[in-house]
């Protein structure tokens, strides 16, 4: 169960791929902005480290209709076994972070978290209950190279102790 919340949350996460270097000046002046890198089709690869399984998905993210949310639909195989999940992705001012909600599964309830950017550094956070037990996640994306690289880890003791659970990379396919 929870290698499955795992593998939805951390695609979505990765599909940064390196991006950041295509930023322009607009955008690093505007931190909205910074959603455009995320703009088009994505596919990414990671592995489940605890059982080496291979994850992957495609993903297409758009603008909302008028502009104030980005879109994300992602299907996700494992196994041979293929997932849909949808993510908006907005910017809080107040806190200077994004936020995002994500949708696994038509007809499940969503789930959010936060995205903090320092420099080349994309950290993901939230958490979910399974069981009646909480699970943090943190997932960072490095853009200080030509491909992105990104980790997962998870922790069910408050933060004491975390597991790498997943690792892969991403990169932008089409506009």
Avoid at 40 to 51: K, P, Y
Avoid at 124 to 148: I, L, M, P, Q, W
Avoid at 157 to 164: L, M, R, Y
């Amino acid at each position: 169960m929870i290698t499955r919340h795992v593998v939805l949350f951390v695609t979505v996460a990765a599909l940064s791929a390196g991006a950041i270097a295509q930023q322009t000046a607009q955008q690093k002046d505007d931190p909205a902005g910074r959603l455009m890198v995320f703009l088009g089709r994505w596919e990414t690869e990671a592995t489940l480290i605890a059982t080496g399984a291979k994850a992957s998905s495609v993903l297409d993210c758009r603008w909302s209709p008028q502009g104030s949310y980005l879109v994300c639909e992602q299907r996700i195989t494992t196994s041979g076994h293929e997932q849909r999940q949808l993510t908006i992705y907005s910017y809080n001012s107040k806190e200077g972070n994004f936020t995002f909600s994500t949708f696994r599964d038509p007809g499940t309830a969503p789930s959010s978290g936060t995205v903090s950017v320092k420099g080349d550094l994309w950290t993901y956070r939230s958490s979910f209950e399974a069981e009646g037990k909480k699970t943090e996640v943190v997932t960072t994306n490095d853009f200080s190279s030509a491909d992105e690289v990104f980790s997962t880890q998870i922790s069910d003791d408050g933060g004491a102790h975390w597991k790498t659970v997943l690792q892969g990379k991403a990169h932008k396919i089409a506009d």
